[in-house]
Each structure stands twice: as C-alpha cells, then as structure tokens.
C-alpha cells in the first residue's frame, strides 16, 4: 500500500527556520527514490531535493542549496526537510514523493515526472 504522509508546515517569519517530514509505509521506502517538491499558488510544481532510501546521492535544487536538507531515517521509514535561513520565495505547499529504484545507482531529475507517487502536501508560509 503506498503511503505517504508530510507534516511540520507551518509559518515562519523570514530567517527561520522548520523541518518538514515524511513519513511512508514500508513498501513505498524501501528500495525508493525520496524527495520534496513544492507548489506556490499559479506556478509549477518544481523539485527541491531527493534522497535514496539508504541515504546516498542527497540532491537539492540551486534554490536551496547551503539552506535546506534532506536527510532520512531508515529505521522508520521517513524523509526529513530541514529548511534554513527561509525567505517569502520558499512559501508553498511542499509535498513528499517517492520513486520505486531497486539499484539505486543513478539518480533521477528533480522533476515531478520522474516520481510515481505523492502525499497530500503541507503548508509552508514564510513572512517578510
């Protein structure tokens, strides 16, 4: 059963700080491509960062780079967000996304094209 489940959204003010997580059944983690995507209102859906389940080849879009991180928990089956330093850009609903990879060895584009399946998003809204 493909499960997956954001939380930690929240509002910021413009230098703070929250940490998104991910949480997925057994079966869509394991041996599966994990990443965040993200949608502000009338803009595309675009990839932030992915991560192999076992913790190889974090990836992050030039956007969030030095300021966001990707990081998983593979005990319990969860991918995390850390986002840093945030500005009113990164405001948008951030959703979690996997991609079954049994080798794992390349990675794919941060495009929502490239993921299978998806949560239902959570809010992020950061003030300036």
């Known amino acids: 059963q493909v499960q997956l489940a954001e939380s930690g959204g929240g509002s910021v003010h413009a230098g703070g700080s929250l940490r998104l997580s991910c949480a997925a059944s057994a079966s869509t983690y394991t041996r599966s491509w994990m990443a965040w995507f993200r949608q502000a209102p009338g803009k595309e859906r675009e990839g932030v960062a992915l991560i192999y389940f076992d913790g190889r080849q974090p990836t992050y879009a030039d956007s969030v780079k030095g300021r966001f991180t990707i990081s998983q928990d593979s005990a319990n089956n969860t991918v995390y967000l850390a986002m840093n330093s945030l500005e009113s850009e990164d405001s948008a609903m951030y959703y979690c996304?996997?991609?079954?990879?049994?080798?794992?060895?390349?990675?794919?584009?941060?495009?929502?094209?490239?993921?299978?399946?998806w949560g239902q998003g959570t809010q992020v809204t950061v003030s300036s």
């Open positions: 996304a996997a991609r079954r990879d049994v080798l794992g060895w390349i990675a794919p584009q941060l495009h929502p094209s490239e993921f299978h399946y």
